[in-house]
């Protein structure tokens, strides 16, 4: 194992020591995997563990889901940034095959309180999958126990990142949810924080007319009055949905 951990170490690109990652998963039977994984758990060191979310693969997954769910848990948390973006790169090579697995655990986290572990599914859903069409209701409401954390990491990488994803390939289902959850949270700021930002990047130059709805449905509710905190971004990004 020191070997490995030293000729991993000396890899500097990211992109290269995720491909070489799962070729050495590749090589390995399920069983000698999961040995290693524990092995480079036991070590603990910040290579260690970023070789370990490079380790993890679909067949990993199928046979031993809990073990997974645990390390994704581990990475997720980890007190190294570096290390804690790893979890959501995880979730994405998983969910290519395994959304309906996934999604009970997934579905727990989003209900939880552990604002990295709602974090790694917004930075897992900014990627598609094959099944995304035929699970938006899920997605969705992922999004919807998410979008009330009022915490800055979480918020940083909803609205404006994984929940504005969605929006650009399902505009007219995304814009619909939108307004149903302007009126059901229209005493949470944070979530019409994060309503509003799904318009603040890219969505607000190819999508106006559904962002200028979309506002207007805050105005009519009168939420900005209620809330003078969210009139600096809903004012930022109704000048871009005019420009």
Known sequence: MRDILTQFSQIK??????KEGQKIARDLSIKDLKNLIEDL?????????????????PELF????????????????????????EAATVLKRLKER???????????WAEGKDPFLKRAICVA??????????????????FERIITCDDA??????????????????PKNTERKLMDWI???????????????VFSQANGRYFPESGRRVLAKIEKEEIIEKYPKLKRVFESVKRKLKS
Request: hydrophobic content about 40%; glycine content about 2%.
């Open 41 to 57: 758990e036991r070590q603990g060191s910040k290579t260690a563990w970023d070789l370990i979310s490079h380790l993890i693969t």
């Open 153 to 170: 990491y979480v918020k940083k990488n909803c609205g404006p990142f994984g929940l504005a994803a969605v929006f650009r390939r399902y």
């Open 62 to 85: 199928e046979q031993h889901p809990e073990f997974v769910f645990s390390l994704i848990q581990k990475l997720a948390t980890h007190t190294d940034w570096e290390i804690r973006e």
């Open 183 to 197: 009126e059901k949270f229209s005493d949470n700021p944070t979530a019409i924080w994060n309503i509003i930002t």
């Open 98 to 108: 395994h959304f309906a697995l996934l999604y009970p655990t997934l579905r727990s």
């Open 13 to 18: 690109s990211l992109p290269q020591r995720r």
């Open 125 to 142: 859903l900014i990627k598609p999958f094959k099944e995304e069409k035929e699970n938006l209701d899920k997605i969705f409401y992922l």
